[in-house]
């Protein structure tokens, strides 16, 4: 069996740490979502943490309860976060199970998918 992480969680103005909901694999980032969080002042390791804690982002309430439900049947997590300004988005993908075990997710943007 895979340890899940452990991860920092600000909830309520305060800290805390909770075990990730799934575990996340070899992380990536593709070269246009770093631009947009540069471009955008967004910290992508707080929307990271949004993912593998159960906060889906604007995913449409279907996407949200496809995830939910991925977290027990393996199938793939998308989560999508838009920017202050509105105008770019990013994703943050976690691949379903191979062998029972999650082995990527990666941060992207719309177009990188």
């Not at 909901?21 to 992380?27: C, I, K, N, S």
């Not at 929307?47 to 309860?65: A, E, F, T």
């Amino acid at each position: 069996m895979t340890a899940i992480p452990l991860i920092p969680l600000l909830e309520n103005g305060e800290r805390r740490i909770v075990p990730a909901l799934f575990e996340m694999g070899q992380l990536s980032i593709t070269p246009a979502a770093e631009e947009v969080a540069d471009e955008h002042g967004i910290d992508l390791f707080d929307l990271l943490i949004r993912h593998l804690s159960g906060d889906w982002g604007d995913q449409y309430d279907d996407g949200k309860q496809l995830n939910d439900a991925a977290i027990e049947n393996g199938y793939r997590i998308l989560s999508m976060y838009g920017n202050p300004d509105g105008d770019e988005r990013i994703w943050i993908h976690t691949l379903g199970t191979t062998n029972g075990r999650r082995l990527a997710t990666c941060i992207m943007t719309p177009s990188d998918y």
